[in-house]
C-alpha cells in the first residue's frame, strides 16, 4: 500500500470549497453547515460512518444534487447557483465521478463505456476509441476492452470506471467507496491505479470512504460526523494510536 504523500502542486487557493453546506431529505438531516476545501492537485479523503452524510458531501460538490442552503464554489463559479445544463456540461468536460458499483452501462462493451463522455461532448468516435483504449490501458484493463461488464471481475469493474472517470482529462474526481464492494486485494490495485493516475495527471481527488487503510492513500483526510466536516485527529488516527498504545 502507498504511504500518504505532501500535496505535489503546493497550491494554497482552492479549487472547490463549501461552506455552511445543509441538506435534508424528508426528515433526515444529512448535512448540518458542513464546510471543506480541495486543492488543484492533492488526495482528500472524505471519512466517517455510515449515515454521516459522506456521500451527500460528494454530491453537492460534484454538482450532482444541490444543497438547501451554502455555498459550492469552483474556482469563482458558484456551483450552487449554476443552471442544470452547466453542471451537465461539467460533469462531461472538468469533473469525473466513479461510484462504489461503477455504474457501468451493462448493454455496451468496456470500450463503449468508457468512449461514453467523449462521444456525449462531441469528440469525433475515432479519437474517443483511440482516447479510450489509452485510459484502458493505463488501467490495466485494455484485454478487456471488447467485454460486457457483466464478465468482469469487481477489480476490473472498477478499473473501467477509473477510465471512463479519466477519458475527458478532468480537473477533478469523486470517488465515492471506490473499494467498498472489493476484496482487500482488489481494493489495493484499484487504489494504487487512483493514486497513480491523479499524480500523473494532476486532478484532484475527493475520495470518500469508511476504511481507513483506504484513506491512508490520501494526502489529507477529514472526517464527518453527523453531518459536520471535522479536520485534526480522525477516529481512525485516534483507534489506530491507542491499539499502538496497548
Known amino acids: 500500500m502507498?504511504?500518504?504523500n505532501e500535496n505535489p502542486s503546493g497550491a494554497a487557493e482552492p479549487m472547490i470549497g463549501a461552506t455552511g453546506l445543509t441538506k435534508q431529505y424528508g426528515r433526515s438531516q444529512a448535512l448540518r453547515g458542513a464546510s471543506v476545501t480541495l486543492r488543484a492537485g492533492?488526495?482528500?479523503?472524505v471519512t466517517g460512518a455510515s449515515g454521516s452524510g459522506k456521500s451527500t458531501l460528494l454530491h453537492c460538490l460534484a454538482g450532482i444534487v444541490r444543497p438547501d442552503e451554502g455555498e459550492v464554489s469552483y474556482g469563482r463559479e458558484r456551483l450552487d447557483r449554476a443552471s442544470e445544463n452547466r453542471l451537465s456540461e461539467l460533469r462531461r468536460t472538468d469533473f469525473g465521478v466513479v461510484f462504489q458499483f461503477g455504474q457501468l452501462i451493462p448493454e455496451l462493451t468496456v470500450r463503449d463505456n468508457v468512449m461514453l463522455p467523449l462521444l456525449l461532448a462531441g469528440t469525433d468516435r475515432?479519437?474517443?476509441q483511440d482516447r479510450a483504449d489509452e485510459w484502458l490501458e493505463r488501467f490495466g484493463v485494455r484485454g478487456q476492452a471488447a467485454l460486457r461488464p457483466g464478465e468482469l471481475s469487481g477489480g476490473q469493474g472498477q478499473r473501467v470506471a477509473l477510465a471512463r472517470a479519466w477519458v475527458t482529462g478532468p480537473k477533478a474526481v469523486f470517488a465515492d467507496e471506490p473499494t467498498g464492494a472489493l476484496d482487500s486485494l482488489?481494493?489495493?490495485q484499484v487504489m494504487t491505479a487512483l493514486v497513480h493516475a491523479a499524480r500523473e495527471s494532476g486532478a484532484a481527488v475527493l475520495l470518500i470512504t469508511?476504511?481507513?487503510q483506504i484513506a491512508a492513500y490520501a494526502d489529507r483526510e477529514v472526517w464527518l460526523r453527523d453531518g459536520a466536516v471535522h479536520s485534526g485527529a480522525t477516529p481512525f488516527a485516534v483507534q489506530e494510536a491507542a491499539h499502538h498504545e496497548g
Open 186 to 188: 482488489a481494493g489495493e
Open 210 to 212: 469508511h476504511d481507513a
Open 126 to 128: 475515432a479519437a474517443a
Open 42 to 45: 492533492e488526495i482528500l479523503a
Open 2 to 4: 502507498s504511504t500518504r
